[in-house]
């Protein structure tokens, strides 16, 4: 099963929102809504921002918030601030191959 | 508040052996399913395997590269999770974590993604 496909880097001035997509297939992100999104700084553990999706867990800022169209899932992040730079991950179940699938990450670079 | 702590990481040959450990904390072990996934070093995330709780059947699933080279298990008794690593090769060198997961069901079949992660514990695999 291949990795979900994410863009390597984004970048964003503070103050500014950024979206970072995750595309998979009908086998996976297209085919429920159990995506999730996780934060990792250098050096650091991953830390889940969102789930299901769009849903985020107790003590994650609302400037976090997720959405899905068709094969591919986004990750939206407002009023960029210098501590939000970081790798960003999206995660999915694969319902056929009963596995977890990664996206490939994506570095946040806040200029 | 949930905490994962791995240990066990070390550096070991080509072919050699390691067994990683996850002590758990801040919630309820026995009726969690649990997962170990890697990190290579400079790359991203790749889920190595899970074990249910034993309510559920206590079985295993692995991810294709370590299938019948990993196990993973579990204590109950002592809130720990292993990892048990055999025939190790060099695209096995990562950082191991420890995660706990949320399930749900999804047209019968249950579903799980990471939720809480360790801090992870380094495995070089190199001669």
């Known amino acids: 099963q291949s990795a979900l496909t994410q863009p390597a880097s984004v970048s964003g001035s503070p103050g500014q929102s950024i979206t970072i997509s995750c595309t998979g297939t009908s086998s996976d992100v297209g085919g429920h809504n159990y995506v999730s999104w996780y934060q990792q700084h250098p050096g650091k553990a991953p830390k889940l921002l969102i789930y299901?999706?769009?849903y985020r867990p107790s003590g994650v800022s609302d400037r976090f918030s997720g959405s899905k169209s068709g094969n591919t899932a986004s990750l939206s992040i407002s009023g960029l601030l210098a501590e939000d730079e970081a790798d960003y991950y999206c995660g999915s179940y694969t319902v056929a191959f009963t596995v977890v699938l990664f996206g490939g990450g994506t570095k946040l670079t806040v200029l | 508040e949930v905490q994962l702590a791995e240990s066990g990481g070390d550096l070991v040959k080509p072919g050699g052996s390691l067994r990683l450990s996850c002590a758990a904390s801040?919630?309820?072990?026995?009726?969690?399913?649990l997962s170990w996934v890697r990190q290579a070093p400079g790359k991203g995330l790749e889920w190595v395997g899970r074990?249910?709780?034993?309510?559920?059947?206590?079985?295993?699933d692995y991810a294709a590269p370590v299938k019948g080279r990993f196990t993973i298990s579990r204590d109950d008794s002592k809130d720990t999770l292993y990892l048990q690593m055999n025939s190790l090769k060099t695209e096995d060198t990562a950082v191991y974590y420890c995660t706990t997961l949320r399930t749900d069901v999804f047209r019968g079949v249950i579903i799980t993604l990471p939720d809480y992660w360790g801090q992870g514990t380094l495995v070089t695999v190199s001669s």
């Open positions: 074990i249910r709780s034993y309510t559920d059947g206590g079985s295993t």
């Open positions: 299901d999706v769009s």
């Open positions: 801040g919630f309820i072990f026995r009726n969690d399913w």
